[in-house]
Every structure is written in C-alpha cells, then in structure tokens.
C-alpha cells in the first residue's frame, strides 16, 4: 500500500489521494470550467442576490465584474444598485442624479422598470442606479402591503429581456435586503478572508431559511465566494480552510485574490475586465462566470 501523501489536506467530501492533480486555494483539484455556450435567445432572467450583512466585502466589485464577465460570454446582464451608497452606479460611470433610480421603482413614483435601466459602456451590462434616497426606502416601505415583494414586482417588467440579473444588495439584513432575497432565485455570498467576515455568514444563511420557509420557497445558496485572498498571509489560508471545512461544496472554487487593480478599475468607472483583460484578477471572474454556469446559477 502506499505511503499516504503528507502534502494534501483532507477536505469534507473530497477522496484523499488526489494523485498528480494541481490544487487549488480551496485545496481541490483544479477544474477547467469550459467556456459557456452562446445562448439561442434570451430570458427569462435568473435573478441572484450579491448579499452579506458585513460591508466591504466585495459584494460591490463582484457584482461589476461577475456581470461583465457573463456579458463577455453573450449573457444579457441587469445589475440592480441596492445600495445607498450607489458605489455600484459609481463603478460603473453611471449618473445617479437627476435620473431614474430603483427608489422611484419601489415607491412608485415611475411606473415603467424600463425607464430607469441605463446602458453602461460594456455591451450587454445594463445597470438600474441607486443614490442615497434609498436609505429613506425602508421608512417609506414599512406600511406598505406586501412590502417585502415590492422589488420582485418591479423587476417582474424586465424579467424576460435579460438572462441574468444581479442585486448588489446593502450591507444589512433589513427591509430591502430582505426584498432582495425575496425576489432572487440563488444567493451569492462574496466572503473576504477575514475572521469577522467569516462570523456572520451564519446567520446570513439562517436568514435565507427563513426568506424559504416565509416568503420566497424557491430560494437557494447558489455559492460562497472567497475575495481578498491573500495567499501570503497565514490568516487568509486559515479562513478559507475553514469556510471549505464548515460549507462544503457551497464554497466556490473560484477565489478572488486581493489586488490593487481593483480600487485602480473603480476610479477608471469600468470592470476590471476591460481595465486589465489579461490580469489574474479578470481570469478569476471569468472563472466564476463559468463555474456559476457549470453549477447551473446561471443559464
């Protein structure tokens, strides 16, 4: 019998001989996700909420470049800005005053989702912006009936004109975030490699048992995906071995590491797709585009 192999870390549903294969950060074989198919016609959209209680996590940044990436493979893309903040509306050079924003949407001030939807400069990536008159959603919303499925209501317009659509959500569990779950098919959890960020997916994922039990059965966790790794620091390896340990094959293989060229691709107001094609960092999101289609998150 041979002796076993002192290099590979046992993982929750993996075999421990892996032979010759490559291993990745996650510590499973590397998988070559193959490039997706052109679509014969588009819709409806599958919608995935880009959700995590904890802020600067890369729910923002993942939802840009995830969308540009599924755009490059000839997806139809709506990324919603569901955040005050309005950094996704930012990041993608869109104007957020003096236009349409998803808190006309949700207080029926415009009745037509159509209207609001803006074209951003990479083909097939349309954005519904947001600016800081969301954060008076929730007060407004409160006393409405059905409050949490107003956003379902609003995106049901332009379901079919996409493939995809993506919900950049706030950094809490509230009444929007709540909306959001509500309308969305698949959750996506971006988790930096940090300790903190790591404490709060539990109840995130418990809030999203009760998003199917209540209001919206046909949820599900479409995956968790590690950003900010850091492979030289001992710290990130440790996060992530322990996000794989505890979720599984609902951790993504797919990991987003840390750069600069992110902050870089914000101030230049496109996706690091077209900022830097050739970086790792776009191969890492062009990775997840594909594993979300191998997994069947996205069409």
Same mark, same amino acid.
């Given at each position: 019998?041979?002796?076993?192999?002192?290099?590979?870390?046992?993982?929750?549903?993996?075999?421990?001989?892996?032979?010759?294969?490559?291993?990745?950060?996650?510590?499973?074989?590397? $998988?070559?996700?193959?490039?997706?198919?052109?679509?014969? &016609?588009?819709?409806?959209?599958?919608?995935?909420?880009?959700? =995590?209680? @904890?802020?600067?996590?890369? @729910?923002?940044?993942?939802?840009? =470049?995830?969308?540009?990436?599924?755009? /490059?493979?000839?997806?139809?893309?709506?990324?919603?800005?569901?955040?005050?903040?309005?950094?996704?509306?930012?990041?993608?050079? +869109?104007?957020?005053?003096?236009?349409?924003?998803?808190?006309?949407?949700?207080?029926?001030?415009?009745?037509?989702?159509?209207?609001?939807?803006?074209?951003?400069?990479?083909?097939?990536?349309?954005?519904?912006?947001?600016?800081?008159?969301? &954060?008076?959603?929730?007060?407004?919303?409160?006393?409405?009936?059905?409050?949490?499925?107003?956003?379902?209501?609003?995106?049901?317009?332009?379901?079919?004109?996409?493939? %995809?659509?993506?919900?950049?959500?706030?950094? &809490?569990?509230?009444?929007? $975030? +709540? =909306?959001?779950?509500?309308?969305?098919?698949?959750?996506?959890?971006?988790?930096?490699?940090?300790?903190?960020?790591?404490?709060?997916?539990?109840?995130? %994922? /418990?809030?999203?048992? @009760?998003?199917?039990?209540?209001? =919206?059965?046909? %949820?599900?966790?479409?995956?968790?995906?590690?950003?900010?790794?850091?492979?030289?620091?001992?710290?990130?390896?440790?996060?992530?071995?322990?996000?794989?340990?505890?979720?599984?094959?609902?951790?993504?293989?797919?990991?987003?590491?840390?750069?600069?060229?992110?902050?870089?691709?914000?101030?230049?107001?496109?996706?690091?797709? $077209?900022?830097?094609?050739?970086?790792?960092? &776009?191969?890492?999101?062009?990775?997840?585009?594909?594993?979300?289609?191998?997994?069947?998150?996205?069409?």
């Amino acid at each position: 019998m041979p002796a076993p192999r002192e290099d590979v870390t046992e993982l929750p549903g993996f075999a421990g001989d892996f032979g010759n294969a490559t291993l990745g950060p996650t510590g499973r074989p590397v $998988t070559e996700f193959a490039t997706p198919k052109k679509l014969g &016609s588009h819709g409806p959209a599958r919608i995935i909420a880009l959700c =995590n209680q @904890k802020g600067g996590v890369g @729910k923002t940044t993942t939802t840009i =470049n995830l969308g540009a990436a599924l755009a /490059e493979y000839g997806r139809r893309v709506l990324a919603i800005d569901f955040d005050p903040q309005g950094a996704l509306s930012a990041g993608l050079g +869109v104007p957020t005053h003096d236009v349409t924003t998803i808190y006309d949407l949700l207080l029926g001030r415009s009745k037509d989702t159509r209207a609001a939807i803006i074209e951003t400069s990479t083909p097939d990536l349309h954005v519904i912006p947001a600016n800081i008159d969301l &954060s008076a959603a929730e007060v407004h919303l409160v006393n409405e009936v059905a409050r949490e499925q107003i956003l379902a209501r609003v995106l049901r317009q332009v379901a079919d004109d996409y493939d %995809i659509i993506l919900i950049d959500c706030q950094p &809490s569990l509230g009444l929007l $975030t +709540v =909306n959001a779950l509500t309308a969305a098919h698949g959750v996506l959890i971006p988790l930096e490699c940090e300790y903190f960020a790591l404490r709060g997916v539990a109840l995130l %994922i /418990e809030t999203i048992d @009760k998003i199917r039990d209540r209001l =919206n059965p046909a %949820i599900r966790l479409d995956g968790i995906v590690a950003t900010m790794y850091d492979p030289r620091t001992l710290h990130s390896r440790e996060v992530l071995e322990r996000v794989v340990e505890t979720f599984g094959d609902a951790a993504l293989e797919t990991v987003i590491g840390r750069t600069v060229k992110f902050p870089d691709a914000t101030v230049a107001a496109e996706p690091i797709t $077209t900022f830097a094609p050739t970086h790792a960092a &776009s191969e890492a999101y062009r990775q997840l585009a594909r594993e979300l289609v191998a997994r069947g998150a996205v069409a």
